[in-house]
């Protein structure tokens, strides 16, 4: 028996090889030493000799929190996580209650039709929106036919983040309705008409009946969209560029810079920090959904 154990063991690693070898090389080795790198001052001239930096300690996330740029990136990447995470799910939830009802192949071409922008391209999907919000763009010319004059969506510090806000809703509200709708129907139907039958309206067997029970389906797809939104980087990117004025700089992106000024210590001492927070926020996440199942 032990030998067979062994026999079947060996096997089971040599399957797990070829991807074990992938994780370790490709991921494993780049995070530790983009952690080892985090405690020390290396940059890009420091490329050819990098075992020739010096060991800084705490030195590049004492720099981090003494810099005004690294807090206002984070500012903005919470205000893009507390309105964009709630406008995406209620969105999501709302389209996954009319969908969860009606004709099943009408059903079917629009849960198609939302969920596309999860897998258009992010290129593609930025030109369109830079035609709808350019200043002389579709959404301008929509406002002026009633006398409006519309602001330069994506250049102005006051509108800037809530378009992106907007354009992440519209590309991620896909993911979550699909998920809503599973958790709709593992909802027992005996529930709802036993409710019918004692003259319950929709509006009270949605309130009392489908939130309590579709609250871990809820939790879930806050934790997988909140984990998203704290990485958000393809928005500014593609679209402003961090602009205008910084507002819409997020966390990803200030990393991201400071890679590319060949700051390779300070931006792996930013991962690290925006690592801990998505580990934190996450962890509260997952402590509330435990909470509520027990």
């Known amino acids: ?64 929190f003494s810099d005004k740029q690294f807090w206002s990136s984070m500012r903005v990447t919470a205000l893009f996580v507390l309105v964009g995470l709630p406008l995406t799910m209620a969105v999501a939830l709302a389209l996954a209650v009319a969908l969860n009802k009606g004709l099943r192949r009408v059903n079917a071409f629009f849960r198609a039709l939302f969920y596309a922008p999860v897998v258009a391209s992010t290129i593609a999907i930025a030109v369109v929106w830079r035609y709808i919000l350019q200043n002389d763009g579709l959404l ?56 019918s039958m004692d003259g319950a309206g929709e509006w009270t067997k949605f309130r009392c009946i489908v939130l ?31 602009g205008p004025l910084g507002s819409t700089l997020s966390a990803s992106y200030y990393i991201y810079e400071k890679f590319g000024f060949g700051q390779y210590g300070i931006s792996s001492a930013a991962s690290y920090v925006l690592f801990i927070i998505i580990a934190a926020v996450s962890a509260l996440q997952f402590r509330l959904m435990r909470n509520k199942d027990d």
Do not use: C
């Open 212 to 242: 309590p029970l579709l609250k871990p389906t809820l939790l879930l797809g806050a934790v997988l969209q909140s984990v998203s939104y704290l990485q958000f980087f393809d928005e500014p990117f593609v679209m402003t560029e961090g």
């Open 140 to 195: 301008n010319s929509l406002l002026a036919i009633i006398n409006v004059q519309g602001p330069d969506w994506l250049h102005d510090t006051r509108t800037a983040l809530p378009s992106l806000i907007v354009m992440a809703t519209w590309r991620n509200v896909g993911t979550l309705m699909i998920i809503f709708i599973a958790g709709l129907q593992a909802i027992p139907t005996e529930v709802l008409e036993a409710a």
């Open 1 to 64: 028996m032990t030998v067979l154990r062994r026999r079947r063991t060996v096997i089971a690693w040599g399957f797990s090889l070829p991807f074990v070898i992938v994780f370790v090389l490709f991921m494993l080795v780049p995070l530790l030493s983009s952690l080892a790198m985090s405690f020390t001052d290396i940059g890009s001239s420091d490329i050819q000799t990098p075992f020739n930096v010096n060991f800084v300690g705490f030195h590049n996330f004492m720099s981090l």
